[in-house]
């Protein structure tokens, strides 16, 4: 084994350290150099976010101010519409600070919340804006109405009086006729609007309290509602079917032409009866009969509409326009309790309002029962002249005895040749005949030259006391009596069917 001498160990531990506390520095100033760049690059992420978060809060604010304005611009003008805008702007600054927060929230349900919270602003202002707009519309309406369209084109909704009375002082208060005590409030449970108010209408107050955006919406939106003119339709709908395209008279609508001395409305400029003045002259009498058949139709046609109303617009027009017997339609029903029964009461009413309608275009003579509708075929003359006494006692015997019975009377006359009687109705032979044919010009035989002619017949409806009067005044201008006596007994048949004559 060969020797070796042994390395000279050299102690360097000190450089070693040395060495290793450079190491250390240089990595110590390394890190903290580090720390301070990822510091500044934090810093300025946080500056940059900040600043971010800065312009989207007030891009949003701007949007919110921007939606608000063009909201209020856009919607109608109301006399709430100053305590509604700060309403507005409130739900417009929650759907801008859901937003935000959107922009920063991850968890599912609370993102859910706020993006709740932001369409519900949205449902707000889309109903709020429709509400506006409706019950705008419907006080401009009522600021325009006249008091003669209330109740007859226009009525008041309402389930009785006093909500009736509350919804007129609401509409004139919104209208801006009247002023109101008001609060409008914002409803979060139903995300709108409800109102409080009170004033009054004339000396009454009214007040309403609740009255909520939703719920007029759902309601249809309205404090008034139209009235059907039923009552117009079917007359001028039945006034077409009794006259050609010339609206002249179709046949059979008017009676033969007569000569009558009458007692003829007076009328002014505009139509308005102001006294009367005999006259005479030839006329046709309007045939009612014929009339209320043709025009059938027509009315069951109104009927069927008016049974396909709502209760408050069948209300209105019963009220309004039926005339019925009855207050309204609740009075109705419980007096008429069967389909049937309303069926056939209504069929009535029409009947009767269509015919006055159709009536009114043609003048009258009489009153009441006893008024005759007639179109005059030639300018009536006054007569001017007093009239004869009427204390005549022979004329007052011999009207008297007409009246009483006039198929017996004329069988004592030189007309009883020409009367023949007749029973309506054949299945009852033992009833009184009520019908009277009067040969007003017999049958004429042929001859080389002409055709056979058959006798010319008047009827008279003894049941129908106009058609009684007729055959009196025939019987009198017919029997030869003398000038005195025959006006006497013209003038007994003009007092009697006239009585208001002045």
């Known amino acids: ?41 934090l810093r300025k992420e946080r500056e940059a976010e900040t600043a971010r978060m800065q312009k989207m809060k007030t891009e949003l604010e701007l949007e919110s101010n ?49 993006l709740k919270t932001i369409s519900n602003v949205d449902n707000f202002l889309l109903s709020t804006g429709e509400f506006v707009k409706q019950i705008q519309e419907e006080g401009s309406a009522w600021s325009e109405m006249k008091v003669t369209d209330i109740n007859t084109t226009f009525g008041i909704n309402g389930a009785d009086d006093e909500s009736i009375k509350n919804n007129q002082g609401l509409l004139g208060f919104i209208s801006g006729q009247s002023d109101a005590d008001y609060n409008l409030a914002y409803d979060p449970k139903t995300n709108s609007i409800t109102l ?20 007029y919406l759902g309601s249809g939106g309205e404090l008034l509602y139209s009235i059907p003119q039923i009552k117009e339709e079917v007359i001028n709908s039945s006034t077409k079917l009794i006259t050609d395209d010339k609206g002249k008279l179709l046949p059979g ?15 002014d400029a505009t139509g308005k009866i102001i006294g009367k003045k005999l006259v005479e002259g030839s006329i046709e009498e309007i045939n009612s009969a014929a009339i209320n058949k043709l ?31 009855q207050s309204n339609i609740n009075e109705f029903i419980k007096t008429f309790p069967t389909a049937d029964a309303q069926n056939a009461e209504l069929q009535r ?31 009536l003359k006054e007569v001017t002249s007093p009239p004869p006494s009427t204390k005549d006692a022979t ?43 009067i040969e007003i010009e017999k049958a004429k035989p042929a001859t080389d030259q002409l055709a056979a002619e058959p006798a010319k017949i008047k009827t008279y409806d003894l049941s129908d006391p106009n058609s009684v009067k007729s055959l009196y005044e025939y019987y009198v201008k ?3 009596f003398g000038g005195s006596r025959k006006d006497a007994l013209l003038d007994l048949k003009i007092n009697d069917l006239t009585s208001d004559f002045n």
């Open 1 to 41: 084994m060969s020797y070796r001498s042994p390395e000279i160990i050299t102690d360097r531990s000190g450089e070693i350290i040395a060495q290793g506390f450079a190491s250390f520095g240089q990595s110590i100033a390394g890190g903290l150099e580090k720390y301070a760049s990822n510091q500044e690059r």
């Open 66 to 114: 921007s939606r608000a304005a063009n909201f209020k611009a856009n919607i109608p003008k109301t006399t709430f519409n100053e305590r509604l805008n700060p309403i507005i702007d409130e739900r417009l600054k929650e759907a801008a600070d859901a937003k935000i927060a959107l922009y920063q929230e991850s968890d599912p349900a609370a993102r859910a919340e706020l």
């Open 196 to 215: 409080d108010a009170k004033g009054k209408v004339g000396d009454n107050q009214w007040s309403v309290k609740g009255f909520n955006s939703i719920d």
């Open 253 to 267: 609508i008017s009676k033969d032409m007569e000569f009558k001395r009458i007692s003829a409305n007076v009328k």
């Open 295 to 325: 025009i059938d139709k027509e009315v069951k046609a109104g009927v069927a509409g008016f049974q396909t109303l709502p209760p408050m617009q069948q209300n209105a027009v019963f009220k309004n326009q039926l005339n019925g017997d």
């Open 349 to 379: 009413l029409f009947t009767k309002v269509a015919s006055e309608g159709i009536n009114e275009q043609f003048d009258s003579y009489g009153e009441g029962d006893k008024k005759v509708y007639y179109v005059a075929t030639s300018p």
């Open 395 to 437: 004329a007052q015997k011999i009207y008297n005895n007409f009246m009483k019975d006039p198929l017996e009377f004329l069988k004592g006359t030189g007309f009883a040749d020409r009367v023949k009687s007749v029973i309506s109705d054949p299945h009852f032979p033992n009833a009184k005949p009520n019908i009277i044919e």
């Open 478 to 480: 017919f029997s030869g």
